[in-house]
């Protein structure tokens, strides 16, 4: 899950508010994703469209790799391409830490501490390894209310992962701006390489039990393709492959009606059984693929079309959509610990309620509760943000005596 790095400042924040309109996008896969986890627990993934479409919600998973391996890879590329140095990891690593972390912890808090069924099962172990986003990393260690966080473990090796990767990547690009192929080329390969790792965890069980694919390589594509488009948009305008998405990306309705078709073919058998069912290794793969079109196809339009322009883009770029896109990382973090929570408090249960007052129900006190932690814990944070500046001090030091010397001199 992607948090807004509006609040960490640096090059990701410059970013986001170059590209406005995905804010809005970062809130519609949040509610993506609650949607999903509603319906599971409401026992309305049925063999019918609206079951189908319902079980592949969590399409906005896909959507938030994406928007992470664009938002964050952006700076780097553009940095090499402008021949500057990069931005430093440290400070890096410190902003995502700070933005991400304090809100999380709370959330493991509750959720152990106050949700029935983690009671006498939280262990010290249990305790660590989500304290430490390392709860995928072997078998039972999502616990009640925080099953969803093992994207946020994903994300989290990604964002370690990423100045080493994307400063891989960013050297293919130096010199040539006009000519992204090599760069777009290592994209394509690192998602091979997660497709092979996908079907050979599902075709050999390998390590049955173990979560392996909810790894990061797992993912891989997901991240490339957010990094391919972030690629894209620091090249020269003039450069085939730009002047093709641009051209796409100008209409953002064929955009989203091919990410609609595509994300229709997703809910059919092909793409594997609803549910936790475990599916082949094709039916894995091919749902993986789609998923990764779907997310590249939304967000796309958002970053090579007109920002001004048609009604989408100013609804997810508007107000609303930027406080929604604020509070859309509390949004995911908390809406499963109210979801269970209130089934507990209303003695429904799993698999009973009505879907539709469950989701706005759910959403709403969902919204509620992220507009108070985003308030409380993650907007009171950014005050800390430059305790790891952008530049070491020697080289602030040395920039400031270059700059006051001429006049020393006078």
């Known amino acids: 899950m992607t948090a807004s790095a509006t609040l960490e400042g640096g090059p990701e924040a410059r970013v986001e508010r170059t590209f406005p309109a995905l804010d809005g996008a970062r809130a519609l896969a949040a509610t993506a994703v ?13 063999p019918d469209l609206v079951g189908r479409i319902f079980s592949r919600l969590d399409v906005g998973v896909a959507i938030f790799f ?44 509750v959720a152990l501490l106050v949700l029935p069924h983690n009671e006498g099962v939280a262990g010290a172990g249990t305790w660590l390894r989500h304290l430490t986003l390392t709860q995928i990393y072997g078998s039972g260690g999502l616990r009640e209310g925080l099953s969803h966080t093992w994207s946020l473990c994903t994300e989290a090796a990604f964002y370690v992962l ?15 701006v006009t000519r992204p192929g090599r760069a777009l080329a290592a994209l394509g ?43 894209l948009s620091v090249c020269a305008r003039d450069a085939r492959p730009v002047r093709a998405v641009t051209e796409l990306g100008a209409s953002l309705p064929t955009c989203w009606a091919a990410a609609g078709a595509l ?37 796309l339009p958002l ?35 109210v979801l ?41 944070l950014r005050r800390f943000r430059r305790l790891v500046p952008e530049r070491p001090a020697a080289a602030t030091t040395g920039a400031a005596t270059a700059q006051t010397a001429p006049s020393a001199r006078v």
Do not use: C
């Open 34 to 46: 609650l949607l999903h986890h509603v319906a599971f627990w409401t026992q309305d993934y049925t």
């Open 66 to 109: 994406v928007l992470s391996g664009f938002l964050l890879a952006r700076p780097l590329f553009l940095a090499a391409v402008e021949e500057r140095p990069a931005p430093r990891t440290a400070a890096y690593l410190w902003r995502r830490g700070l933005r991400i972390l304090p809100a999380y912890w709370l959330t493991v808090v």
């Open 162 to 176: 990423l100045p080493f990767a994307g400063a891989w990547v960013a050297r293919l690009l130096r010199g040539r």
């Open 189 to 231: 390969l690192a998602t091979l390489l997660g497709w092979g790792w996908l079907v050979w965890i599902h075709a050999a069980d390998a390590f049955p039990g173990a979560g392996l694919d909810l790894w990061l390589p797992a993912y891989a594509g997901w991240f490339a393709g957010g990094m391919a488009l972030a690629v």
């Open 263 to 299: 994300f229709w073919v997703a809910t059919t058998a092909v793409a594997g059984p609803q549910g936790l069912v475990r599916p082949t290794a094709p039916e894995a793969l091919l749902k993986n693929a789609l998923y990764l079109g779907v997310a590249v196809l939304l967000v």
């Open 303 to 337: 970053v090579f079309g007109d920002q001004r322009q048609g009604w989408v883009r100013a609804a997810l770029s508007s107000r609303a959509g930027r406080f929604l896109g604020d509070i859309s990382y509390a949004l995911f973090l908390v809406h499963l610990t």
């Open 340 to 380: 269970v929570g209130g089934l507990t408090v209303l003695d429904l249960g799993p698999f009973r309620g009505n879907l539709f007052w469950v989701s706005v129900a759910v959403w709403v006190v969902s919204v509620a509760v992220a507009a108070v932690v985003y308030a409380v814990v993650e907007r009171p």
